[in-house]
């Protein structure tokens, strides 16, 4: 027999047999085992741990796919309403009030109900409800007051369309449900832990969700994104419908206030200034990130001010602050809600189609209840009208019983009940008994009609609305939006994300050392030779005499041998740094050259610059972290018939190929000695940069807009919309704000021509100019704060339409060359004012004039060169390649 039938087949406590023991003083007992009860684990956890789990998921933790509540938030809006006259009330009462209807403690309430209020749509708040940005907790519930909302009273309460069910304690009914009329579930978002189950619906923007309801009704394609109330910047590439699964992206917004200063402004969702701090603070204990000191200014606006140590590159520390701290988090959803009485999973857009559905479905019964209410106001009011119009009530003297009158008053209805809408029923005729005297003397039946037919005319509108639900629900939408909309502006910043890699933003916090003796490599060997810098979690590589060489992970020490001729850092994908290299093949062989490159390996593995012949050694080796050529002298070894024993090699003049190719031949006879002569140029040429608008960062994988080849000192230029600009390096690590108006490879000799409103002189301006060098953000319209740019442009002759309005609207449009109109100037320079006249609308034409093309240069070619003028010595040098 199992464990559980032996449970099921335990006699009930009444049928057991009286114990021999009662009737004997307590220690004189003696306990038989077999008459004591015992409640087997497996029969406990099947009956009572099961119906605890339901009771935690269906009403705790897990909210209603209608209204979006959960039933402790329910209750509260309930209590809230029934409390409802205009006024606050304090917090407290509202939790005293609260507890009619929810049969636990008053602490979860006030958590609730503080939850509520800081998503600043349902509950109007007043006093310290403490600050969702620091973690700040909200004054005691006996301090703090709270209302509901215009948008709450508006859209969640209708007692006509509400289902009730009683209270826990039978003396109160409360809604199973309330007729929430809008996605609330979506907009403020929502998260519960039952037992063996979770929700987690991350909010959305108010405007979207209306935008996507509409499309809905109109049988339309959307796309939903979450909307966090702290801001911040998303990555939804990987939402997944806010399903199990999916993941979020969100990154707090770091700006350069100068080289030495950063400010974080927004935060990720779920996190707040304290805890965002401890973070940055661990990463900075630990190496990762080098700051000075961080100052928190946070109030009604977050401003965490972050101080860096001289020559730390700003660029680097904002991406190291994304790869260690939780400047980015990634949230994962997993949207659970409660249909039918059971848990669900549903993606946001099907939870949004079902909300919407709701609402028409509330809309509908609104109308028709209203439409019911309206035929019967009609119905009585006719029968008002007959009532009295035709002196029915004078019948009424002659009856001596109560029967008898509304015998008589029914009888004098008959004729007039065909033109009814329903029948007449005795508690109408007992209503019309019910009219006084003074109404019937002064009953008026012009109004009377006039009354039934505005009741014809409202049932007329309803019905047509019930015929056409579709546009009404969307008018329904329009209006709701509109209404409160603006209160809501989306504040979470949508972009890609370029995937950091730890091991470049990384802080060098650690010295690589080398034992060549012993054949040791780590950052504890301090008395050893000095690598170079290095982190925790870089890896180096390692060249040999013999021509191997691997990648392995910086340690505190590890063996990895001897005749070690070259142990940097290494970078993976690294396609500039390369590997000069002469080797010998083998034991008295051939020696060869080879250029390569070594962007990605298999850690610890070895591999061979050689062609893996026994004997083979490196003649030469040298690693060019630009792809820089060198002239290398070679000296054979002296043998007969070799009539020049010494040359220069010139590495540049090799193709860079991959590493496991062979090479090219130096000799046929052997090498006595390498040596570098001298250092030459890059052969790679400048370095292809790209803007890419959707992660606003650079990149030279061919993604996004091409800015150019840059080498050396070149500089970028970057123009906001704001009318300022700056120039910055193409260090791949630089950040860029997303008010970019112009992004290109700086030219110092470009004349750029800008029309702009002066907000000090109140005319518009036009200047032609050349932006200077600068190492600050400077600005072509001056400091003025009300200035605004209106064109800018870099055509050689552009040409400016005017359009007048106000009181000029009548003048003629004024059409400008910009090149004859004003000469170039400093962009310091004011310029030359565009009109006096009001201006409506200025616009950029088409040129008409256009520079001249540059000449072709044709390259020059010395026709006196030829073979015949090298000596025989060079030509046999020559036949060596």
């Not at 939870?351 to 035929?375: A, M, P, Q, S, Y």
């Not at 040791?520 to 690598?531: A, N, P, Q, R």
């Not at 005319?763 to 740019?789: C, P």
Request: charged share 30%; net charge negative.
């Amino acid at each position: 027999m199992s464990i559980d039938e032996e449970y099921e087949n335990i006699p009930a406590e009444d049928n057991q047999p009286e114990s021999s023991n009662e009737h004997l003083p307590e220690n004189q007992k003696v306990w038989d085992l077999e008459d004591t009860r015992i409640t087997h684990l497996p029969g406990m956890y099947r009956q009572w741990f099961l119906d605890y789990a339901s009771y935690v998921i269906l009403e705790r933790a897990v909210p209603h796919v209608n209204d979006g509540l959960k039933p402790v938030h329910r209750r509260i809006l309930h209590a809230m309403r029934r409390m409802d006259d205009g006024r606050y009330n304090k917090v407290a009462n509202i939790i005293g009030f609260t507890m009619q209807f929810h049969p636990h403690g008053d602490a979860s309430i006030g958590d609730a109900l503080v939850q509520l209020g800081q998503k600043d749509l349902l509950i109007d708040c007043q006093g310290n409800w403490g600050n969702v940005y620091t973690g700040d907790r909200a004054a005691a519930a006996r301090y703090i007051e709270a209302r509901l909302t215009k948008f709450a009273q508006d859209v969640v309460f209708n007692p006509k369309t509400t289902e009730w069910k009683l209270s826990y304690d039978g003396r109160n009914q409360e809604p199973i449900t309330l007729p929430v009329k809008f996605p609330l579930l979506l907009v403020q978002g929502v998260e519960g832990i039952a037992v063996g189950l979770a929700s987690k619906v991350l909010p959305h923007n108010f405007n979207e969700l209306i935008d996507a309801s509409i499309a809905i009704l109109k049988e339309q394609d959307f796309e939903i994104l979450p909307d966090f109330p702290t801001g911040g910047m998303m990555d939804a590439s990987r939402y997944n419908d806010g399903l199990r699964g999916g993941a979020v992206k969100v990154r707090a917004k770091i700006s350069k206030v100068d080289s030495k200063t950063l400010m974080i402004s927004d935060i990720p969702f779920g996190k707040n200034t304290t805890t965002l701090i401890e973070t940055i603070l661990k990463a900075n204990d630990k190496g990762k990130i080098k700051i000075k000191k961080i100052d928190d200014n946070t109030a009604e606006n977050v401003e965490i001010l972050i101080y860096l140590h001289n020559g730390v590159s700003p660029d680097k520390t904002i991406d190291a602050l994304y790869a260690f701290t939780d400047c980015e988090v990634s949230i994962s959803p997993n949207a659970c809600v409660i249909e039918d009485h059971k848990p669900v999973f549903l993606g946001v857009s099907q939870i949004l189609k079902k909300n919407t559905d709701f609402t028409v479905h509330l809309l509908t019964r609104e109308l028709e209840i209203r439409l019911g209410e309206l035929e019967e106001m009609w119905h009585f009011s006719s029968l008002e009208r007959i009532f009295i119009e035709h002196e029915i009530y004078l019948r009424i003297r002659e009856c001596e019983t109560w029967e008898a009158v509304i015998e008589t008053i029914d009888r004098g209805l008959d004729p007039f009940k065909p033109n009814l809408r329903r029948e007449v029923t005795r508690d109408d005729i007992i209503r019309l008994t019910e009219i006084k005297i003074k109404r019937i003397s002064k009953f008026d039946s012009q109004k009377a009609d006039d009354y039934i037919a505005s009741l014809e005319d409202e049932m007329k509108q309803i019905g047509f609305h019930l015929d056409n639900i579709i546009d009404y629900s969307i008018d329904y939408f329009k209006r709701i939006k509109k209404q409160y909309g603006k209160q809501y502006p989306r504040k979470t910043e949508i972009r890609s994300f370029e995937n950091i890699e730890a091991t470049k933003v990384v802080v060098k916090n650690e010295k690589l050392y080398i034992d060549r003796e012993q054949g040791f490599v780590g950052t504890s060997l301090k008395k050893d030779e000095y690598i170079g810098d290095c982190s925790d979690l870089d890896d180096i590589i390692i060249f040999y005499k013999d021509g191997r060489y691997r990648i392995t992970k910086v340690t505190e020490k590890a063996f990895v041998g001897k005749d070690i001729i070259h142990i940097a850092v290494f970078k993976k994908n690294d396609k500039r740094t390369i590997y000069n290299v002469v080797y010998c093949d083998g034991k008295d062989g051939i020696s060869y050259m080879k250029r390569f490159a070594v962007t990605g390996v298999t850690r610890d593995k070895e591999y061979d610059v050689t062609q893996g012949t026994q004997g083979s050694v490196i003649q030469y080796f040298s690693a060019n972290p630009n792809g820089e050529s060198e002239i290398l002298k070679i000296i054979l070894k002296p043998k007969a018939r070799i009539r020049n024993q010494v040359f220069d090699l010139d590495m540049g003049e090799l193709a860079i190929k991959g590493r496991s190719a062979r090479g090219n031949i130096v000799s046929k006879y052997a090498l006595h000695k390498v040596s570098l002569r001298r250092k030459g140029e890059s052969t790679l040429g400048g370095r292809k940069i790209y803007f890419e608008e959707e992660t606003l960062r650079l990149n030279a994988d061919g993604r996004g807009k091409f800015l150019g080849e840059f080498s050396g000192g070149d500089q970028i230029l970057v123009v906001s919309n704001e009318g300022k600009f700056y120039f910055t390096g193409y260090d791949l690590s630089t950040h860029f704000e997303d008010n970019i108006l112009k992004i290109e490879k700086a030219d110092p000799h470009k004349v750029w021509s800008a029309v702009f409103w002066d907000g000090e002189q109140k005319y518009y301006y036009v200047k032609r100019f050349q932006l200077e060098y600068g190492s600050k953000e400077q600005s072509i319209l001056g400091e003025h704060s009300k200035s605004r740019l209106e064109i800018l442009t870099d055509v050689v002759y552009p040409r400016i339409q005017t359009v007048f309005g106000g009181d000029d609207k009548f003048r003629e449009t004024l059409i400008i060359d910009v090149d004859e109109f004003i000469g170039v100037k400093g962009y310091k320079a004011r310029g030359k004012r565009l009109s006096t006249y009001s201006v409506a609308k200025i616009t950029e034409l088409e040129p008409t004039r256009f520079p001249d093309p540059e000449p072709e240069v044709e390259p020059e070619i010395d026709d006196d060169t030829s073979t015949e003028d090298l000596d025989n010595e060079d030509k046999d040098q020559m036949s060596l390649f």
